[in-house]
């Protein structure tokens, strides 16, 4: 669904990325794991066309993404649902969900509203709610909602459990594996070990804006040095 090739960033001089050469399937989930600033949001961002690469390509379901900028982007199917939640703080939960499902047609709204309540049902019940006042897992449960308003192909998801509990941990594993199942492509940034170990197919590893490892979990996990440094076990 998504290739990316020979994609280098910087930021002034400093290199964000170089070489980056990696494959994103139709359907099912890929994490993008690493230490800080080695150029996950980065790569997010890029994708988004919030970022211009310095160089090389990157082609979702066959167009090229890069003559587009980040409204088309979402128009074509892919959602970024961002690190740090960045909910609407001073609009309610539905005006936040709503801002969501601006690109879709009037007669999609409701029914992808009632999906996404379907989903996340404290949402339905704190819909009137300021998003201000939600708690953090709640804030993260309405940035995923708000980027699943606009029915995208695709979903990029940058550090979802950051600053969570493990139990609102644990329930968002099973809202992303639904998320997964529904058929939606998931490219997920992420750190917390029981996410990466139970939820994707493929892993890439980043190290320095480079793309040091790609392989399955089982992968990972039985290579002890990546599993050591990369994952922390």
């Keep these: 669904m998504l290739e990316i090739k020979n994609l280098s960033v910087y930021y002034g001089h400093a290199l964000a990325l170089e070489d ?72 309610t939960v539905l005006e936040n969900l709503l801002i969501g499902g601006y690109l879709l047609p009037k007669s999609q709204v409701k029914s992808r509203l009632e999906m996404v309540f379907d989903l996340f049902p404290i949402l339905k019940e704190r819909r009137n709610q300021d998003s201000a006042t939600l708690s953090g897992g ?21 550090e979802p459990s950051l600053g969570l509990s493990p139990l609102v941990v644990d329930e968002l594993e099973r809202t992303i594996a639904n998320i997964k199942e529904s058929g939606v492509s998931v490219l997920m940034v992420e750190g917390n070990v029981d996410l990466i170990r139970d939820l994707p197919e493929m892993v890439h590893v980043l190290h320095h804006g480079i793309l040091v490892y790609s392989g399955t979990v089982s992968q990972i996990l039985s290579d002890a040095n990546l599993s050591k440094t990369y994952l922390g076990m």
């Design 20 to 91: 980056i050469n990696i494959t994103i399937p139709n359907k099912g989930l890929t994490a993008v794991i690493g230490p800080n600033g080695a150029g996950k949001t980065s790569l997010l961002k890029t994708i988004s066309r919030l970022v211009n690469p310095a160089k090389g390509s990157i082609t979702f379901n066959g167009q090229s993404l890069l003559q587009y900028s980040p409204h088309k982007i979402a128009k074509m199917g892919i959602a970024h649902c961002p690190e740090g939640r960045k909910p609407f703080l001073e609009m």
């Design 138 to 158: 709640e804030q993260q449960m309405l940035a995923i909602g708000r980027a699943l308003m606009a029915s995208p192909l695709m979903l990029l998801i940058d």
